[in-house]
């Protein structure tokens, strides 16, 4: 047993270097990326997998899946020895992930601070904020649209949060910038106000060849063809559609081979049927088809399984979220991907409600401790986002990432070293005693604890006296300081010029509204 | 794999029962005990836990425990080979484990409606209400002390909770009582408001006796003799010390065959060192002297393993919950007494927050999912908790049995049966359509998810016409409708007398203040 004390101690002196870094938040400032030290928790059976998979591949080959208004890509299925009917792709069992077998187990996607670098698959989770809402709300100035300076906040926000180690993308729609020049802007913003790593959340061929282009302006065409730099978010029509626009923007990116994520978004009971494991086999049956693409237009082109799961109401049709149901659909696409071998993007900090209050909060636990446990890779919308994805709140994104920055110390595992074990200090205090004041508390007493940023811990009357606020209220206060913390990581200025310049030749070319293909 | 589909079929159809069951709650009412069909949680490795348990051993044998004011006590473990020194027992490396090996793996607790007895142990999962507060809260009439009229709404409530499968106790103090009363009126009010099983929550012996004596009244003496009725919830003062009240209690209900929980409370940095393998270790030393004692006093009597644990802030202090150590030490406990071969009891509905907010959500979630996904027996606490559990709060008990119900149909499983599966309603709507109204929707179209009774899913027009509600504040709402809907089990007259005698008996016997031993 002696032995396995010292065994232990020396395996884990790495994971108390991450628990350190985890819980020295205010001195150490941004976090790593998590690495894992939890074993990942399979919720579900093999054989329930295996079924859900043998479903997947009889879907793809039975019913099929649509490339519609994309020729290219009904030209490549053919190639790759699909049976394409009009433009119902029918994939024979097995092929799809045949060819997915050149795809990356993990890759590296690459920030312009190589210290924000972050791997996508393994061992690694990489949490990202809320992508996507035409609107925005605060408790001083309410539910709105969502501006420039809005979702210039938001990346600011993004920057500055410890426990936030990637962009993400188009934290809020810009909605006072022209709908088909809007990509500029966004795009621009990521890549100037922030020096960790962003994706493009491209709605057509060309706006993601933008995101291409601006990428290579900055890190340098040859870095690009190299390495990983922006990861374009691909959605699917569900049910088992994919349309012309999204296509042509996955063929860019992993022609280019920049990393693509592709996410069928399915509520059990709308693009969907109304249970999970038929969910799953439909989602697996999509993602299949989509990642295989990536393979045939570059193999080894990096990918990623993405789920967007919730359930309708049977009572109204609303999006649900933090149900049963997506708890165990996030649990088993993060096993699918797994058997896979590919990355894994699922779960966040989803909610419906419309207010930061405990409906968002038990919504939104109830979809990422999951997350974190199903050692999901990539997990977007993991601050900020309300009402089913149409509003992202200033609120609700720091209180979501002051829980990511738990589940970051929870990730670490539990410190069974030396000073983990403590023996020393319950000899010291003995029965009856308190530990408040002994050697071992004292010499741990800053690093103990993650202190909640948002939580209150006095006692009722010292809580009365400063105007009994919610944790909503609180977070109000703490977003406005974090704006004020912010500092602009600088960019050179020669990229800066480039990119500056190519936004304003781009904006002659472009019209105001989204470019038809 | 057709085979294997014919397999998960068959195997699952109990499953399917179970969530059939979870999810009709509107009509069938309550909900039996869960049986869990999902795979525990091993979040610990094998290696960690033994190591917590060879420090457990070490605490024992080297620092001991106090067993104070309870010489009694100190004759047993004399007898049972421990080396006692004054207070001081110093059990040598083994034996409490050895002792325990008497204590049933898992045990039946009978109820007054037999419907409603629970199984604890194994893969049953308890959901029991928040216990102990002295304070309550609603809306409407704020912050207060309990009164007994207060208690009988919490068991009124539990009563009717679909969720709540056994009524715990004192849900909140009725500090119109006095002290040394108080314990008579607690005990009747569960016994005669609802037919679900209940919990005593002893301060000394003579509570103990009166509460064997009134389940004896009620049960009979010999079903009481041979039957588990009634739980004693016994407190260690941690660190490694019990006091004779406690102890005293202990030994009654063992005597008597009754259900006893050791349960430690310990919060990191306070009572417990600030690391979590710390506290495990000592929790899990605290547990086995006070466990092994109920072996010493009657072999074979029924015992729980308790962990109530939390972490005090470093800033003030004050109580912490929801934290990554708590989860940790949640999943630790059950992992822990798993091994021991003795059910659980850990985790519920915590928080630290003063009202139903979203801090108190998030802190609650991330208490009571890793509580269910540990496979913890018997989860007190499990509804209505705030402020470290110097309230009971009315919203917030209708809030967690929200939850406790979708944790319901979580622990039932992901449906793999045909049903499940949905293969049939994805070949029906094809690429591109929608589920709603296709058959397998309109089949299950009632029982396809829980219905929460406080989330808000309708537009934020709707909402926003309907006056903008919290989760709080619709809850008010719910609460008041469950306490109307409370329908008397009823208690056979003689019975009812015959504990109404007994009352009237011992007030005249006890004083007003409780009882030194």
Wanted: proline share 5%.
């Amino acid at each position: 047993m002696d032995q396995q004390h010292r065994g232990a101690h020396a395996s884990r002196s790495a994971g108390r270097d991450a628990r350190r870094a985890a819980r020295g938040n205010k001195r150490a400032g941004k976090l790593p990326y998590i690495t894992r030290r939890l074993p990942v928790v399979e919720l579900l059976s093999r054989e329930a997998l295996e079924i859900i998979e043998h479903n997947a591949e009889t879907i793809l080959e039975e019913i099929g899946v649509e490339f519609r208004r994309d020729p290219e890509s009904l030209r490549l299925w053919r190639g790759a020895g699909a049976d394409v009917r009009g433009e119902r792709v029918h994939i024979p069992r097995g092929l799809a992930r045949a060819l997915l077998r050149s795809a990356p187990r993990e890759f590296m996607l690459h920030a312009r601070n190589p210290e924000r670098n972050v791997r996508f698959g393994g061992d690694a989770t990489v949490f990202s904020p809320v992508g996507g809402p035409p609107f925005v709300t605060d408790l001083d100035r309410g539910r709105r649209y969502g501006t420039l300076e809005d979702l210039e906040n938001f990346i600011k926000l993004a920057h500055v949060a410890p426990a936030i180690h990637f962009s993400g993308g188009t934290a809020v729609e810009p909605m006072d910038i022209a709908p088909g020049k809007r990509h500029l802007d966004v795009m621009y913003a990521y890549f100037r106000l922030s020096d960790q790593g962003c994706e493009a959340t491209p709605e057509t061929p060309g706006h993601a060849a933008d995101a291409v282009r601006m990428a290579e302006l900055l890190f340098g065409e040859q870095f690009v063809d190299q390495h990983v730099v922006v990861l374009g978010n691909i959605n699917s029509n569900s049910p088992l559609t994919f349309d012309g626009r999204m296509l042509g923007a996955l063929r860019e990116f992993a022609a280019h081979n920049q990393g693509t994520i592709v996410v069928p978004a399915v509520l059990a009971g709308a693009m969907g049927p109304v249970t999970a494991a038929g969910c799953m086999a439909e989602v697996l049956a999509e993602t299949l088809a989509g990642m295989a693409l990536t393979q045939i237009v570059r193999p080894g082109a990096p990918v990623i399984m993405g789920s967007f799961v919730g359930a309708v109401s049977m009572r109204t049709g609303a999006p649900t979220f933090g149900t049963p149901e997506a708890t165990q659909m996030i649990f088993a696409t993060a096993q699918l991907a797994r058997r896979l071998g590919v990355p894994c993007r699922s779960g966040g900090s989803l909610c419906s409600s419309k207010v930061a209050d405990a409906q968002a909060a038990y919504e939104s636990a109830h979809t990422l401790l999951p997350t974190l446990l199903a050692g999901v890779n990539l997990v977007t919308h993991a601050a900020g986002w309300l009402e089913g994805g149409l509003v992202s709140g200033y609120e609700k994104f720091v209180m979501d990432v002051d829980q990511l920055a738990m589940m970051q110390v929870l990730a670490a595992g539990m410190d069974m070293s030396e000073r983990g074990q403590a023996l020393d200090a319950i000899r010291e205090v003995g029965p009856g005693g308190h530990f408040l004041g002994c050697a071992h508390t004292q010499a741990n007493f800053e690093t103990a604890f993650y202190q909640s940023t948002i939580a209150d811990y006095s006692s009722f009357e010292q809580w009365s006296t400063e105007g009994r606020t919610t944790a909503e209220q609180r977070a109000n206060q703490v977003w406005k300081k974090m704006l004020a913390e912010y500092e602009d990581p600088g960019l050179d200025p020669a990229r800066d010029e480039a990119l500056l310049a190519y936004l304003a030749q781009r904006k002659v070319v472009l019209t105001d509204s989204v470019e038809e293909e």
